[in-house]
């Protein structure tokens, strides 16, 4: 299962595109409501989550999305709930992902420390301890990133690709027209 975190003022392409492209490359995608289970996007596009946070099933996870956004990717960092899930995921050996600003939690809780990772121009964090490489989509191990709203599509299909195989990555890219 992957669980997606929407909390108010998430970045609306960079939740709902990555969801879209891993629905269509078979993976089952949860969102989940962190701030609600109606959550206000940041452009004030309101999206009702699939679950909240009582509802997730930590045993299920296999992979956490944060999406960035502000203030999302603040609130994502101010959550209890949120950070409980990364330590499993970490613990577990689960995939951890984030793009755009939400790289900057995973940084703070050191989970980027001596890893390659990308996010927005602007929101490094612990620069001492992480190689930013400014590509679109990273990933070093179980640890993917990505670097804003128009690198979604390349951040989504490595995640895609990381959690089924290339070949159906290749499929949902070229079904969606993806250069």
Aim: charged share 20%.
């Amino acid at each position: 299962m992957v669980y997606l975190m929407l909390a108010d003022g998430f970045e609306v392409t960079e939740a709902l595109t990555t969801v879209d492209v891993l629905r269509r490359a078979g993976l089952e995608v949860l969102t989940v409501g962190v701030t609600g289970k109606c959550v206000n996007a940041s452009c004030n596009i309101k999206v009702e989550a699939d679950i909240t946070p009582d509802e997730l099933e930590i045993d299920r996870l296999d992979a956490v999305i944060l999406p960035g956004g502000m203030p999302g990717t603040t609130n994502l960092g101010a959550s209890d709930f949120v950070s409980g899930v990364l330590d499993f995921a970490l613990e577990n050996d689960k995939f951890i992902c984030a793009i755009c600003a939400a790289p900057s939690v995973l940084a703070k809780k050191g989970i980027l420390d001596g890893k390659n990772a990308t996010c927005f121009p602007g929101c490094e964090v612990c620069e001492d301890k992480v190689n930013y490489t400014g590509e679109f989509a990273v990933r070093d191990g179980k640890v993917i990133t990505g670097k804003g709203a128009g690198c979604t599509i390349n951040f989504a299909l490595l995640v895609a690709e990381s959690l089924t195989s290339s070949e159906v990555a290749e499929n949902v890219r070229k079904t969606m027209q993806c250069p």
